[in-house]
């Protein structure tokens, strides 16, 4: 309750200051914490528009998977011509929820003729049209990137401090999680127990005990798991492959391949 509290504290001052609406999504893009928790009127309006929200969603979850496959923020304008930025947050090195705000325009003016012609598709009163045009929050575009800023170090805040999704695992799922996202990067027990602030004996010992396994060979099976994959589906060359599954020399990942499977890389691929 305390993190969520203080949570819910960051974003609503964050949302004095700059007018942004605000919110903190999980990995599957759900909603977690937002202020102000209602959404503006402006898209309020639109999204009561099932088709027009379909649209939105669809521009959201656009945005969301970039940044689920670079890392990196994702600043962009959404179909309405309304400002919109993504940012990763991460729990002990695994993406586990996005940061987000948006809901505000830097040029009214320029954008308006797009932003009305949204709202007439719903609302018949041009009066109230243009009231809810108005409505619409204004950020000149200097101002809009010192808020960038202050939004990444948001992020980076609830990434360092583990304030959103603490406590919720154990170690032993935490490094699954890591090793299946980041089985292609370079991973040794040096690099976990950095990773994970808990010393090699403590990881190995939990993560035995959790699945039964070491973790170097829990690694190597979802390395080869997911070499069978591009060998059966890709078009990749082996030597690819092994770089693309975390082998940095092709020999030993064909050594270990047959040793899983019975058959190298090329053998397993003709009868794939």
């Known amino acids: 309750m305390t993190n969520q509290l203080e949570i819910n504290n960051i974003l609503k001052q964050f949302y004095k200051i700059s007018g942004f609406r605000i919110s903190l999504h999980d990995a599957e893009f759900n909603e977690i914490y937002a202020y102000p928790q209602s959404l503006s009127p402006y898209c309020a309006m639109i999204q009561s528009d099932k088709y027009q929200k379909k649209e939105c969603i669809k521009n959201d979850r656009i945005a969301f998977e970039k940044v689920k496959q670079t890392g990196e923020m994702a600043v962009y304008r959404c179909a309405h011509g309304l400002f919109e930025a993504v940012a990763p947050i991460y729990h002990y090195g695994i993406l586990s929820g996005f940061l987000m705000m948006g809901q505000v325009c830097d040029d009214k003016k320029k954008y308006s003729k797009q932003l009305t012609q949204s709202l007439v598709r719903v609302v018949n009163d041009e009066n109230k049209v243009w009231d809810i045009f108005d409505s619409i929050g204004e950020v000149p575009q200097e101002l809009f990137d010192s808020y960038i800023l202050i939004m990444r170090?948001?992020?980076?805040?609830?990434?360092?401090?583990?304030?959103?999704?603490?406590?919720?695992?154990?170690?032993?799922?935490?490094?699954?999680?890591?090793?299946?996202?980041?089985?292609?990067?370079?991973?040794?027990?040096?690099?976990?127990?950095?990773?994970?602030?808990?010393?090699?004996?403590?990881?190995?010992?939990?993560?035995?005990?959790?699945?039964?396994?070491?973790?170097?060979?829990?690694?190597?099976?979802?390395?080869?798991?997911k070499a069978a994959e591009h060998l059966k589906n890709g078009r990749m060359s082996i030597k690819e492959i092994a770089a693309e599954c975390g082998f940095s020399e092709q020999n030993y990942f064909s050594k270990a391949f047959s040793g899983k499977y019975g058959l190298s890389p090329s053998e397993y691929r003709k009868i794939g």
């Open 153 to 225: 170090v948001i992020a980076e805040y609830v990434t360092q401090t583990n304030r959103l999704f603490g406590g919720s695992e154990n170690q032993a799922e935490l490094v699954m999680k890591y090793i299946k996202q980041n089985y292609a990067s370079k991973i040794t027990l040096d690099i976990l127990s950095e990773k994970f602030s808990c010393s090699q004996s403590m990881l190995v010992k939990c993560f035995k005990k959790e699945y039964g396994t070491t973790i170097m060979s829990a690694l190597m099976d979802i390395r080869l798991k």
